[in-house]
Nanobody, 120 residues
Framework: QVQLQESGPGLVKPSQTLSLTCTVSGGSVTTSYYAWSWIRQPPGKGLGWMGV???????YYSPSLKIRTSISRDTSKKQFSLLLTSMTPEDAALYYC????????????WGKGTLVAVSS
């Protein structure tokens, strides 16, 4: 059974960089056929895809967030991480990490989500 767990600060200040980590259990971030992504949902809004890191370490980002986003991984710890720079109140959201099935890009496992607020 694959499980994902997000961790990181619940509050960041405007202009700061958000750093979140997703720890994977029951699976590996290097297993081919899968990729690992970050999704977020601002209050009262829909889900927004942020980016993905594939089993080979290659990354792809949402065009609207590309210049502010970086996804990396630590294979020894079975973790992948998100950095989002220049945080604004509009970035306040529930952030999820997910596993992506390469064949159809479906997300078959999700973390419970971590709520991030942006305030000075």
């Amino acid at each position: 059974q694959v499980q994902l767990q997000e961790s990181g600060p619940g509050l960041v200040k405007p202009s700061q960089t958000l750093s979140l980590t997703c720890t994977v259990s029951g699976g590996s971030v290097t297993t081919s056929y899968y990729a690992w992504s970050w999704i977020r949902q601002p209050p009262g809004k829909g889900l927004g895809w942020m980016g993905v890191i594939k089993y080979d370490g290659s990354t792809y980002y949402s065009p609207s967030l590309k210049i502010r986003t970086s996804i990396s991984r630590d294979t020894s710890k079975k973790q992948f991480s998100l950095l989002l720079t220049s945080m604004t109140p509009e970035d306040a959201a529930l952030y999820y990490c997910t596993r992506v099935v390469s064949s159809d890009y479906g997300m078959d496992y999700w973390g419970k989500g971590t709520l991030v607020a942006v305030s000075s």
